[in-house]
């Protein structure tokens, strides 16, 4: 099941960017589409451009998605991580949990037309394009039904309809990609976005040793940037509200997100050897996204402790039920090898490593 | 197949189906001189200066372009068709396509205000404006990027390397993005990029700039190769490679940007993946590509003269192999010489031996000759670096060691 696209039904007017004002919290009854008004956990830090205001407006049904959708997230990541333990997924599979509130809060912001980019850490941000939890596993497990029909894996998700454009495996090389999606849509005239995204370092590289300077909203030097709390999906949903104005008038904006993945960078770092567990532990009780949420919708009295449970409970079910599917899903099919290598047919002959098997003419 | 003629029929000696048993052609018999005389859309053009004097069956009645560069066309008092330098023909299969489709669009250094570092797009950038026709910082990787990325979403960038050489620091986009998404999207995206510029050893420009990235980029899946060698060819490949749904990396010789050739003034579009029947001949089938073409022309003429008849096909299309083509020339002579400027170690010619004697092995009576560079960096000094490539007087002595 996709996720709930409430983004869209909700756009009401965002108070003034640049009032630096603090607005409180208001309590209001709770029918789905009165506006609240949040505050974000932290004021942004701005380089070269005025930062937005703090208070940002919702509604419940939003953070009832929210919640729901970031639930989604954080179990089909937890699910990955088992099905790699139980070698059901092989290679390289990075986790994207703990980061949930920039996918979920980018997607609040934007529309389907914009296009966003991504390394190899796509599976959440591929489910908040549109696509769904049975495209995922399968993919990952290599099956026909992954939306790559099984030939791309955990690092090459796309969705040509969603605006998610992958999914790449070498660090960096999707910037480059990011700067193309927008210059077609310059050249289009089109008044949509790209957001291309990147991470700090991969591995244990820790980030004194990846770049010199680490304050990476100012790396672009003349280009504005804005550090934001990745971990608080209003913050983030402000942000690139702000930077998609900002950059349909003036250019390229650095949206510094600040976030934490509970996970190793992949299934083979343990994520213990550069830090501590308590760290871990210490982000999570102060930190974590869906527990923000979940703060939320108890003070507004939106949903109680027991919907949400329950809520949790169905999204676990739904990932069962996603991977039992997705385990039934078939291997592909020899043919397929050979199938969208190139887009129109060459006649050109093709085999395997063994010459006597295999032969095919490239479709 | 890629998108065929339309107009010129005679150019490409073999219809576009790979059915292996057509042998009929259907072509309009020889006349010694050009024809002006227009029969539906075909015309012969013959812009050479010499007379081919043997009488060729109808079969083998085919388009032979100039051998040597520059030739005045003395034997052809037609009007019909323009002369044009290399680059130029270039720039007019450019210019035509950029008028047919609004998506598309040139990216690379110099090529906006400057015109172009061989002057290919000279003039784009005041008719198409800025943006269609982008000057980029010297960024290879950023910007050949950049173009793929454009591609995912529809738009048929060109991007320009001002050498190839400078293309090995694009090597990741190309072979990681260019060449695979299509594979790992699952068919989701296309990208119909072309990626050209001149490549070779030129005179004198010293190792880094005289290279030959087409052996480096053979193995990538997902992309095609062609190399184009005369004003004719190199306007009706880049209009198919534009037109190409595939990434297509278009290879274009320093040294051959001022051939002049008379060209139709009809709209032609050639198959990106035909090899060109250059001299039909009955005893060695000599293959070659890019500048190699007019130095085994030139052996050829010697060759003739001793009383060898060779048969020199112009692969064109780097990958895939034309192996109808190949293979029907092989069938027919059994002896193969294969003249290149890839180095001996992994080039062009190593690939398209090992195919050739895979696919026709009991029709050869001898071992393949594969003649390439010599496997160093291109040395600076002009003696050395005449060395270093293969000249017309080794391809003669390899043609008659390989017919005793």
């Keep these: ?25 208001s309590r209001s009854i709770s029918s789905s589409n009165d506006s609240i008004t949040v505050e974000t956990s932290i004021p942004f830090t701005a380089h070269n451009c005025e930062p937005p205001s703090r208070s940002v407006t919702t509604s419940a049904a939003e953070l009832q998605s929210f919640f729901r959708d970031m639930a989604l997230m ?12 139980a070698k059901l997924i092989r290679g390289f599979c990075h986790l994207y949990d703990g980061q949930e509130a920039v996918a979920v809060g980018m997607e609040a912001a934007i529309t389907r037309k914009d296009c966003i980019i991504t390394a190899y850490r796509d599976h959440c941000t591929f489910l908040s394009r549109g696509g769904t939890l049975i495209e995922v596993f399968a993919e990952l497990m290599g099956r026909r039904d992954g939306m790559s029909n099984g030939k791309g894996g955990s690092m090459h998700f796309y969705r040509k309809q969603g605006g998610f454009y992958g999914g790449h495996g070498i660090v960096g090389a999707q910037v480059p990609l990011g700067c193309g999606l927008a210059f077609a849509q310059k050249y289009s005239k089109d008044e949509n976005v790209t957001f291309a995204m990147y991470g700090d370092d991969g591995m244990g590289t820790a980030e004194w040793r990846a770049a010199k300077s680490p304050a990476y909203y100012k790396r672009g030097d003349y280009v504005p940037g804005l550090k934001v709390d990745g971990m608080d999906a209003f913050a983030v949903k402000q942000a690139c509200k702000f930077a998609k104005e900002h950059a349909l008038k003036n250019g390229p904006i650095i949206l510094e997100m600040d976030t934490y993945r509970y996970h190793g960078h992949s299934m ?5 050897t550069y830090r501590t567990r308590d760290e871990i532990s210490g982000v999570r009780q102060e930190r974590d996204p869906i527990e923000r949420i979940r703060k939320l919708l108890l003070a507004h009295e939106i949903s109680t402790e027991a919907e949400l449970k329950d809520i949790e409970k169905e999204v676990r079910k739904e990932v069962d039920n996603a991977i039992a599917k997705a385990k039934e899903s078939e291997m592909p099919h020899p043919s397929e090898l050979f199938t969208n290598v190139y887009v129109k047919g060459l006649g050109v002959e093709a085999y395997g490593a063994d010459r006597k098997e295999l032969r095919a003419t490239l479709p | 197949m890629a998108t065929l003629f339309q107009g010129v029929g005679a150019v490409t000696p073999f219809s576009a189906s790979t059915s292996l048993h057509s042998n009929k052609l259907h072509l309009p018999p020889r006349k010694s001189l050009s024809l002006s005389e227009s029969r539906g859309a075909i015309f012969v053009h013959r812009s050479d200066a010499r007379l081919n004097l043997k009488p060729a069956t109808p079969k083998q009645d085919l388009l032979i372009p100039n051998a040597i560069a520059t030739k005045g066309d003395t034997s052809t008092p037609t009007k019909s068709g323009h002369e044009l330098l290399l680059f130029e023909a270039l720039r007019e299969g450019l210019e035509e396509e950029m008028e047919r489709d609004p998506r598309v669009c040139v990216m690379g250094e110099d090529v906006g205000h400057y015109g172009g570092s061989y002057k290919v797009t000279k003039g784009l950038a005041e008719k198409y404006g800025d943006l269609r026709v982008l000057d980029t910082p010297i960024a290879e990787n950023s910007f050949t990027g950049m173009g793929i990325g454009a591609a995912m979403t529809g738009l048929r960038p060109i991007v320009e390397g001002m050498n190839m050489g400078f293309l090995l620091l694009a090597f990741n986009q190309i072979s990681n993005n260019c060449g695979m998404l299509h594979y790992t999207s699952g068919g989701q995206f296309t990208i119909p990029i072309v990626i050209r510029g001149p490549g070779g050893v030129g005179r004198q420009l010293g190792a880094e700039h005289s290279q030959r990235l087409e052996s480096y980029f053979q193995s990538i899946p997902g992309i095609q190769m062609v190399a184009c060698s005369t004003p004719y060819n190199a306007k009706g490949l880049m209009k198919a490679a534009i037109r190409s749904e595939n990434p297509v990396i278009l290879f274009e010789h320093v040294l051959l940007y001022n051939l002049k050739e008379r060209i139709p003034d009809e709209e032609y579009v050639l198959s990106l993946e035909e090899a060109e029947m250059v001299r039909p001949g009955e005893h060695v ?3 070659t590509y890019s500048r190699m073409r007019y130095h085994v022309m030139q052996a050829a003429k010697t060759l003739v003269n001793k009383g060898y008849d060779p048969e020199v096909i112009d692969i064109r299309s780097l990958k895939p192999f034309d192996l109808y083509t190949i293979g029907r020339s092989v069938k027919k002579t059994h002896r193969v010489l ?39 960096p291109t040395p600076y000094a002009g003696t050395l670096e005449e060395w270093t490539v293969v000249q017309p007087a080794q391809i003669v002595t390899a043609v008659e060691q390989l017919c005793q």
């Design chain 1, 268 to 272: 083979s770092d343990p994520g213990s």
């Design chain 2, 285 to 287: 089938t000599i293959l």
């Design chain 2, 338 to 376: 294969i003249v290149e400027e890839c180095m001996r170690t992994g080039g062009i010619g190593a690939s398209l031996t090992a195919a050739i004697t895979e696919n026709f092995h009991d029709y050869l009576d001898a071992p393949i000759v594969c003649l390439s560079s010599q496997d160093v």
């Design chain 1, 74 to 85: 954080r179990r089909m990541e937890i699910a990955a991580d088992s099905l790699y333990k």
């Design chain 1, 1 to 25: 099941m996709a996720l709930s696209r409430s983004g869209s039904k909700l756009l009401k007017p965002i108070s003034p960017f640049f009032s630096s004002a603090p607005s409180i919290l």
